[in-house]
């Protein structure tokens, strides 16, 4: 059993408290006649028990159906009710610092009503909200899209001026429930006609068999230089009890062979040369190495017998490698390819603005990084694990041009 940490619940629910007396102590103000107060009061009940369940299910690794149902709706209520009390706050903000400089008369000065037309905006947010969770959960996590960049290297070798590469990452087999959705991202995969395919990592969720109902669709991958992957945090097998350890060494070599399956050459703290017109260049592959999430890979192995002077690619999952030996290591590596973060399958891509929460965890998580003449490229992925959804972060098939400057 899981033990929880007290003090981060305790701040938790003394949040979620506030947060809650806040926005119905408004509501009851402006709209005391009406259904409205009621109508959150029937939030609350409802987001308090999800909660509730969620804890239960983590203490007791009741991971199932209604764990996930009430996961998912705690989540859903909960940032609804955040925007909705945002929308309050700030015209509470706005009637304080009004009041502060006498912009208003002193009888309106910290009183805590609020008019209609305010009430009515917030609401509109709350629903809002609501209705993007659930396109994210029914629809948005197999909303694939194709996101193209142009990278220029001046020491590109000039046979592969042009060449392209198309990178998929974090497929968690084990959360797919749509094969025509899946058959969908996978045509628009093939669509690309890219000269190399690469994944980065996290095939399954936990354990090798979840793989084996999509091999069908993922075998049908092809590029003319070849598939590659490489392992990802959760391809070990280290987030679940296993009978013995020869039960968990067994579940990754089936994995591995299920990459053999589906014509992905895995790379194992190695690397290969690409040949195109009597030039060449490098793709390295490491296993997991990531801040919190295991160390395992070597850099130096999987570039053992390469020069600094040869254009070089590397395949690692997770980013926060990039940041720790990647990005100033002497063997230079003109470009890395990443995935791990999801994004955390919410936030904000719209309008000049990039946000998501995961912000707080990697320096940068999404798209493409330069240092040093350096490139770096975090895949959002392909799949979704834990949050059944996609809001804001799509699921991506990552397609880039190398140039030759």
Request: net charge positive.
């Amino acid at each position: 059993m899981r033990k929880l940490q007290l003090l981060p619940l305790a701040i938790f629910s003394l949040f979620f408290l506030l947060m809650n007396w806040y926005v119905i102590g408004g509501l009851q103000v402006a709209a005391p006649q009406t259904y409205v107060p009621a109508v959150f009061w029937l939030v609350i009940i409802l987001s308090t028990f999800s909660v509730l369940y969620a804890i239960q299910g983590i203490r007791s690794r009741g991971m199932g159906r209604f764990f996930k149902i009430a996961t998912h709706a705690f989540l859903m209520l909960f940032v609804s009710e955040i925007l909705f009390l945002l929308v309050l706050l700030s015209q509470d903000v706005y009637r304080f610092a009004a009041g502060a400089f006498y912009l208003v008369s002193d009888d309106q000065f910290l009183v805590p009503a609020r008019n209609l037309v305010w009430i009515s905006i917030s609401i509109a947010v709350f629903f809002f909200s609501i209705i993007i969770f659930l396109y994210g959960i029914l629809r948005g996590k197999y909303a694939y899209r194709v996101i193209k960049h142009t990278l220029f290297f001046k020491d590109l070798p000039a046979a592969f001026d042009g060449f392209t590469i198309t990178q998929i990452s974090d497929v968690h087999a084990g959360s797919f429930t749509n094969p025509k959705a899946v058959q969908k991202g996978i045509d628009m995969i093939n669509a690309q006609q890219s000269d190399l395919f690469v994944f980065t990592g996290d095939l399954v969720n936990n354990k090798a068999e979840e793989i084996k109902p999509w091999i069908g669709h993922f075998s049908q991958i092809k590029a003319k230089y070849g598939q590659f992957s490489i392992l990802g945090n959760h391809d070990y097998g280290d987030y679940v009890k296993w009978e013995n350890e020869l039960a968990k060494q067994g579940n990754l070599l089936q994995l591995k062979k299920y990459h053999a399956e589906l014509g992905f050459r895995l790379l194992l703290d190695e690397h290969v040369e690409i040949q195109k017109d009597g030039e060449k260049i490098i793709l390295a592959g490491i296993e997991n190495w990531g801040l919190g999430f295991g160390e395992r890979g070597d850099l130096a192995k999987a570039l053992q017998g390469t020069t600094k002077d040869e254009f070089k690619i590397l395949l690692s999952h997770d980013p926060s490698h990039w940041e720790a030996q990647v990005k100033n290591n002497p063997n230079k590596i003109h470009l890395s390819l990443a995935g791990h973060t999801h994004g955390m399958q919410f936030g904000i891509e719209a309008f000049g603005i990039k946000w998501s929460p995961v912000k707080f965890r990697y320096k940068h998580w999404a798209g493409i990084k330069e240092e040093n003449e350096r490139f770096l490229n975090v895949n959002r992925g392909f799949g979704f694990i834990g949050f059944s959804g996609r809001v804001g972060i799509w699921p991506e098939i990552t397609v880039i041009k190398l140039k030759k400057s």
